[in-house]
């Protein structure tokens, strides 16, 4: 082969393998092997370990016999998966998302997943339904939506804020003393209401962080270029495509890059979107250099109860979060502005995260 067609391949083939190594990072090592019934070695201790962490009644041995795919089974019975006794990718996942949200629960935290109830969640856990409806401005039949966050009663304080709170009003009141908020938005698949937001956040001279989607920017460019100029902070939520770790990061990285494209700066903090709460959120952040910023507030309750349960969530240190695709949030929002207005609270420059 002639000299100079040599290089070009060599040109081309370290051009692909640098695209495969930035669009498909690495996946986790919990993913990287099937176990099965006979398996042995330390990936088997692994797996072992984590159902005993699980609570799981299990010997550490390494080997893959029979009591291991009996707990397996169980396991995945209980997870919702097709239960095959075999450790694979779902598996592995399954079980990472277990320990992530029992973490959650010890910080007084609990994520609605499908199907809950206020009910069944306080039965769960072992908690009174009406401590919990109250703890979260609720009531005991309401409707519960996945990826929402609840605010646990007699636990450690809550670590969805970026800074522990240091003095939250215990009652909906005209006295707040110095609390310092942060007004962040959340795309939520289609920021369908986004420019109706912006309007009455700037008729409040009032700045925000927005969560975009790679959707959404691609989408409503000039729009996301007048949210900046405005003086709000846009920042990342990925895409709601993706399905996977390995997506989910790469989608954090294509988003950065269309909001450099159309504003010049780059986002550095990043929030999930509810569909994205089943993947580890946190660890797709870091690898894609990001910051994970999550709220305070307990998220989207009824239309009836958005507005005060909103008042009961201000505390110096609260980071509220809407929904840019929620009608109830926009029409509430102006009155909400107003009561901060009058309490003495302060809402936050996004710049200062």
Known sequence: MPRHRLALCCIVLGVVCCTIVLLFPALPACASGVLRLGSKGPDVVRLQ????????????????????????????????????????????????????????????????????????????????????ARLNMMRADQ????????????????AMAPTPPVSRSTAVSNSIPRARVILT??????????????????????????????????????????????????????????????????????????????TGVSSRIYRPSQHHLHLDFASAARSASHTLLMWSNIGNPDPGLLLEASKASIFDGSVMRFSLADREALDALPVLLEHLNRSGADVLDPASL
């Open 49 to 132: 370990q984590e159902l005993q962490s699980l609570g799981y009644a299990l010997t550490a041995d390494g080997v893959f016999g029979a009591r291991t795919q009996t707990v397996l089974k169980q396991f995945q019975q209980q997870t919702g998966l097709l239960v095959d006794g075999i450790a694979g990718p779902a598996t592995w996942s399954a079980i990472a998302a277990k320990k992530r949200q029992i973490q959650l629960i010890a910080d007084g935290i609990y994520i609605v997943q499908r199907n809950d109830t206020l009910r069944s969640i306080a039965q769960r856990l072992n908690l009174p339904v009406e401590e919990l």
């Open 143 to 158: 409707t519960l939506y996945v990826g929402q966050a609840l605010t646990l009663p007699g636990r450690r304080t809550s």
């Open 185 to 262: 938005f959340d795309d939520c698949r289609e920021a369908s209401l986004l420019s109706g937001f912006l309007r009455v956040l700037d008729e409040h001279s009032v700045r925000a962080v927005l969560f975009l989607s790679y959707e959404t920017l691609i989408s409503q460019p000039e729009l996301v270029r007048a949210a900046y100029r405005a003086g709000h902070r846009i920042e990342n939520q990925g895409s709601s495509a993706a399905s996977s770790q390995r997506e989910l990061i790469h989608s954090i990285m294509a988003t950065c890059d269309v909001l450099y494209q159309l």
